[in-house]
């Protein structure tokens, strides 16, 4: 009797253990609806960048371009069958390769324009730089991209952060100052347009957490 016992108290130990590193419905949910937050907060702050960038650099705070693409960024264009049948696994695993790519543009244009400052010696004591503006919308990615990682370790514990993917290769034609210009408002407009529908994915995903 006494080894039955010690059996079955081995037993709720385990069981325990398994649903301590399970994450519950709740709180899958409340990750899903932090990640969505967080979205649309840093979707907010492109869209503030996005118009001091036109101001600044294109001289047109109203300026549009539609016709430019970037094939360094995740396409945008989604078949709403395809987009709404996708597992959570793809979706996560999507939003996460796509998150990385626009940090990357984003850090290769950052570096840019802080060289083109230091050779212009502008002076930075007046509010936020474009750099800087810059910097913080990658900090905000930096966290989705933990949040979207974490959520895809509860789902696979062989999942682990990559460290790096292959290096995007910048387009290698010659650019004009006015072309490499409107690059940073394509990767900005796009950008706005990624985080809508990421937000639409976490709220997909918060929706499909059943308690």
Not at 50 to 59: I, M, P, R, T
Not at 93 to 102: G, N
Not at 182 to 202: H, N, P, S
Request: with cysteine; glycine share 2%; proline share 3%.
């Amino acid at each position: 009797m006494t080894l039955w016992w010690r059996a079955l108290v081995l037993l709720c130990c385990v069981l325990d253990c398994v649903e301590s590193f399970s994450p519950s419905p709740v709180l899958q949910r409340n990750t899903y609806n932090n990640s969505f937050r967080l979205t649309r907060s840093t979707r907010t702050r492109v869209q503030q960048l996005q118009k001091k960038y036109k101001e600044q650099q294109l001289g047109n705070k109203h300026f549009e371009d539609r016709s430019r693409q970037l094939k360094d960024l995740p396409l945008l264009s989604t078949d709403f069958y395809s987009w709404i049948n996708l597992t959570e696994w793809e979706r996560l695993h999507a939003a996460f390769w796509d998150i990385q790519a626009y940090w990357k543009t984003l850090e290769r244009k950052r570096k840019q324009l802080e060289k083109e400052e230091k050779e212009q010696m502008m002076n930075r004591v007046f509010g936020n730089t474009l750099p800087q503006s810059i910097w913080l919308i990658q900090l905000d990615l930096r966290d989705l991209m933990s949040q979207v990682s974490s959520q895809m370790s509860y789902m696979n514990s062989s999942w682990t952060k990559p460290t790096s993917r292959t290096p995007l290769n910048p387009q290698t034609r010659s650019k004009t100052v006015w072309d490499s210009r409107v690059e940073g408002y394509v990767i900005l407009r796009d950008l706005d347009l990624y985080l809508t529908k990421l937000a639409r994915d976490f709220l997909l995903l918060a929706s499909k957490t059943h308690f």
